[in-house]
């Protein structure tokens, strides 16, 4: 597709039930991000991947978070046993270029609502 | 953590007039960039401004940073309604060593009133 595309748009999850949130960056974009935006903040950084290597998660709030690339296109990213505090926007973003030197380019963002 | 500071939190102005957005910012940047939100939508990149640029112009957008006091504004100038949004402010961290991504401000909520 032409742009980042992410699904489901909208989500809600039971307490400590496991979601899978999923990202398909733009063809041949090297790196891709995951961020988390609560209501009316930025949004945080998660984790970052490099093709299909998992470079920097050091924004993962805790073990039950967890992402993946296999083959350094699509990422999901995964939630277990979600906990109210999860809820948010899940952004992710894409770009060509390596890290952090270049724009990147959003997706419109999965809703995560945990009751 | 965020970095970024985005001042005001909250601007609303008339349609034509100019809006002006500032950011301050703590660590050694590589560049800063500013993104713009509607509401319930993505963030879309609005431009990028290098560590040894001072300004830089983007249609009637313009960007200026101050790496000596860790600062940078956006002027939007000849509003239109369609500018209503949320504009963010981030910032990439001097690369080496942490392949990390770009770190957000809480965003300034500009509110054009026709």
């Known amino acids: 597709g032409a742009g980042v595309s ?4 909208y989500k809600v999850a039971k307490r400590g039930q496991d979601v899978a949130l999923r ?3 733009i063809s041949g974009h090297v790196s891709l991000f995951w961020y988390q935006q609560a209501l009316g903040q930025g949004p945080e950084f998660l984790t970052y991947f490099q093709n299909e290597a998992q470079l920097d998660k050091s924004g993962l709030p805790s073990d039950r978070f967890f992402a993946e690339r296999p083959e350094g296109s699509v990422s999901t990213l995964k939630i277990q046993r979600t906990q109210q505090e999860d809820s948010a926007v ?15 380019f959003f997706g419109e963002g999965s809703r995560l609502t945990v009751l | 953590s965020q970095q970024g500071e985005e001042d005001p939190q909250a601007l609303s102005i008339q349609e034509g007039e100019n809006a002006t957005m500032n950011c301050s910012y703590k660590t050694s940047i590589n560049n800063l960039q500013w993104y713009r939100q509607n509401s319930g939508r993505g963030l879309v990149h609005l431009i990028l401004i290098r560590s040894n ?9 313009r960007v200026t940073l101050d790496t000596s006091k860790k600062s940078s504004s956006l002027l939007i ?12 402010c981030a910032t990439a961290r001097t690369f080496g060593g942490g392949a990390d991504g770009l770190t ?11």
Not at chain 2, 104 to 114: C, D, M, N, V
């Open chain 1, 90 to 104: 899940y952004l992710c973003a894409s770009s060509f270029q390596r890290a952090n030197t270049g724009e990147l």
């Open chain 2, 53 to 61: 640029e001072r300004e830089k112009h983007s249609g009637r957008l």
């Open chain 2, 77 to 88: 100038t000849a509003s239109r309604a369609a500018d209503t949004a949320s504009y963010f």
């Open chain 1, 6 to 9: 992410q699904s489901p748009r």
């Open chain 1, 23 to 25: 990202c398909d960056p």
């Open chain 2, 104 to 114: 957000f401000g809480k965003g300034t909520h500009l509110i054009i009133q026709p």
